[in-house]
């Protein structure tokens, strides 16, 4: 075959194929144009205002809508199926959602599952930046959606549900059954044995509110205008039961007892508010020397000047009993002022951190400092640097209070079902065992007292005397085992004194120590 080069082709053979292309062309109008063609209606039935923001069009046996959207920043063509009226009620429809939101809500319709996680993620980041949720909470967030990632990622369900727009009640069950069957690890560790979910209602909560943040008009607006939110409404993994409440809490008093004729004088210092109190574990790491006050009160407050909130944003204070207090207000580091819990080594004096003797108002101070040194400064940015000031400071973490729990359970051979949250089951417990009215023991625990307006015209004002009545109905074992402990730890402390120093009993004039 001959090939033909290009400077053999002759000019007729362009004149030929344009010929021929403007024939097809001109075929295809005669067959198409006029069947295809949109006509702008521009005449309405008298009566009738016609659109200001919406064109209507015919294009064969339907009509076409076409508006700018702002949000969408181009402009968006809907068809609608039936006559004039129903377009002009379609177009109406568009005109108020552009007029009350600068959105017809249809403009990202074919938004990727992926592209939704990332732009409800980013919205919570900036809810925690505006101080609305803790960052915390953003994490459990993400934490719950990498599941639904995971799940939208699989190839047979990508391919049948491209867009969110897609997702229907046969996704949500879909998803109730990968939940289902998932194993995951218990603490997050990929090298820990997996077992069965045992919250998949929480990342079903967690992505229906994604769902109901996306087709709200006011927030995500991210649906179209009619879309079904397959999402809304509760949707519960399986029929939940109730726990039966009858019975003791995994750790009871006599438990607690040994626990404390184990404890050193750190962690009889580090356990008892926990103990007495019901404290959440992260409590005692935000606590100071100056939330102790002369009549025997201690403090547990939100400090938002260094990016702390207690859990449901709520002060409370807790009235001391004579032991608790001496063991507070004693402690090695024998300080007016800075941090009330420390680590172990800043408690036995091995380590001297930086911040040591440092005053909450000088603490402030110096984290006010290092956050004006970052621009545009995240919530979790802020966390981080108090984390490292509290550090600096020589405090302690959930993670310390973690560690020194489970060495003594594991010197006690307790069940791994003895938590340190039990230390809070036992405490309410006890107050109730002991009669004392709900209203106190929700506010000890740091729950919403009522959403009653009553409430507002409600003091606790006998919140010593219902604590003392309660304590020395239920925890007077416990209150004799820590005055015994001490008293055995001061002696030990005075015997090794004198090992070490034995002229200071044979001086004379010298202060001889005394248990006691």
């Known amino acids: 075959m ?31 144009k006029t069947k295809h ?12 205002d016609p659109p200001q923001k919406v064109r209507i069009y015919r294009q064969n046996d339907y009509f076409r809508l076409q508006f700018w959207d702002p949000a969408a920043k181009k402009n968006l063509t809907e068809r609608v199926d039936g006559d004039l009226v129903t377009a002009i009620f379609c177009a109406r429809e568009i005109e108020e959602r552009l007029k009350h939101f600068r959105s017809s809500g249809l403009g990202r319709g074919k938004l990727k599952h992926q592209s939704l996680l990332d732009l409800y993620q980013s919205h919570l980041q900036r809810r925690a930046d505006a101080g609305e949720i803790a960052p915390k909470t953003v994490r459990r967030y993400a934490s719950a959606l990498e599941h639904y990632r995971f799940f939208i990622q699989q190839p ?29 690890s218990s603490n997050g560790h990929p090298n820990t044995q997996k077992q069965t979910m045992s919250s998949p209602d929480y990342v079903l909560d967690v992505v229906r509110g994604m769902y109901i943040w996306a087709a709200d008009p006011d927030r995500g607006n991210l649906m179209p205008s009619g879309f079904r939110n397959p999402f809304q409404g509760k949707v519960r993994q399986s029929a939940s039961v109730a726990p039966d409440l009858f019975g003791e809490p995994d750790i009871i008093i006599p438990m607690v007892v040994d626990f404390l ?6 962690q009889l210092h580090l356990f008892v508010l926990l103990i007495f109190y019901g404290l959440r574990a992260s409590e005692p790491c935000f606590l100071f020397r100056e939330n102790l006050t002369s009549d025997g009160w201690l403090k547990v407050i939100c400090l938002p000047q260094i990016s702390y909130t207690t859990k449901g944003r709520r002060d409370k204070r807790l009235p001391l009993l004579e032991p608790i207090r001496a063991i507070l207000e004693g402690g090695s580091e024998n300080t007016e002022t800075g941090l009330l819990i420390r680590r172990r080594a800043v408690f036995e004096g091995s380590e001297q951190p930086p911040l040591f003797d440092q005053s909450l108002e000088q603490l402030t101070k110096e984290y006010s400092r290092r956050c004006q040194k970052t621009a545009n400064l995240t919530a979790e940015q802020g966390m981080q640097i108090r984390d490292q000031l509290l550090h600096d400071a020589g405090g302690i973490k959930y993670d310390h ?12 051979f307790w069940p791994a079902k003895a938590t340190l949250k039990d230390f809070r089951h036992l405490f309410s417990t006890a107050m109730m065992n002991a009669g004392m009215p709900e209203y106190y023991r929700k506010y000890l625990m740091g729950h919403a007292v009522s959403k009653a307006a009553i409430t507002n015209y409600t003091h606790l004002d006998q919140l010593r005397e219902r604590y003392l009545e309660a304590s020395q109905r239920q925890f007077q074992p416990i209150i004799a085992a820590v005055t015994k402990r001490k008293a055995e730890l001061k002696s030990a402390a005075e015997a090794s004194v004198r090992s070490t120093f034995p002229e200071m009993d044979q001086a004379p004039g010298s202060t001889r120590l005394r248990a006691g």
């Open 37 to 48: 063609r949109w006509i702008r209606i521009e005449k309405f039935p008298d009566g009738i």
């Open 156 to 184: 047979l369900i990508s391919t049948a549900y491209p867009s969110i727009t897609n997702a229907n009640r046969d996704l949500v069950l879909q998803f109730q059954t990968y939940l289902k069957n998932l194993q995951v």
């Open 401 to 412: 209070i973690e560690n020194e729990f489970h060495r003594l359970a594991g010197q006690l």
């Open 261 to 266: 004729k184990k404890c050193d004088s750190y």
């Open 2 to 32: 001959m090939v033909r080069k290009r400077d053999d082709i002759r000019p007729e053979d362009f004149s030929q194929k344009q010929v021929e292309a403007d024939t097809k062309s001109s075929t295809w109008c005669e067959k198409y």
